[in-house]
């Protein structure tokens, strides 16, 4: 395996569909987060953040250029993601971690 493997190890995030909403996304995302790794890979795009990736529907919108139906309108350029997903309508976070014991 390639070191490229184990630099993505710990990196979650969404796989995007090309395009606008997916550039406007992707930007999005970029203003938000710290090391973001895009990985094109032609007809989808592979976002990569270390630990935590978050978007917002206002980050999103404001590349876009116009309202964003969240999570809704995520969902239809959203083909997979990475670690774990937590939706609501104002935004999206996406975490890497091993279930912890709470007591």
């Known amino acids: ?14 796989v995007l569909q090309s395009g606008s909403v997916a550039n406007a996304i992707i930007a ?5 987060n ?6 094109d890979r032609g007809a989808y795009l592979r976002v990569l953040v270390p630990q935590c ?3 917002t529907r206002s980050a999103i919108e404001k590349h876009l250029g116009r309202p964003f139906r969240f ?3 995520l969902e239809t350029v959203m083909s997979a993601f990475k670690g ?3 939706l609501n309508q104002d935004d999206a ?5 091993h279930t912890r014991n709470h007591t």
Request: charged residues 20%.
């Open 93 to 97: 976070t996406w975490r890497f971690g």
């Open 1 to 14: 395996m390639t070191q490229q493997g184990g630099d993505v190890y710990d990196r979650v995030g969404p």
């Open 71 to 73: 999570p809704g309108e």
């Open 53 to 55: 990736c978050t978007v």
């Open 84 to 86: 774990s997903l937590q």
């Open 28 to 32: 999005a995302i970029k203003d938000l």
């Open 34 to 39: 710290q090391d973001v790794m895009v990985l």
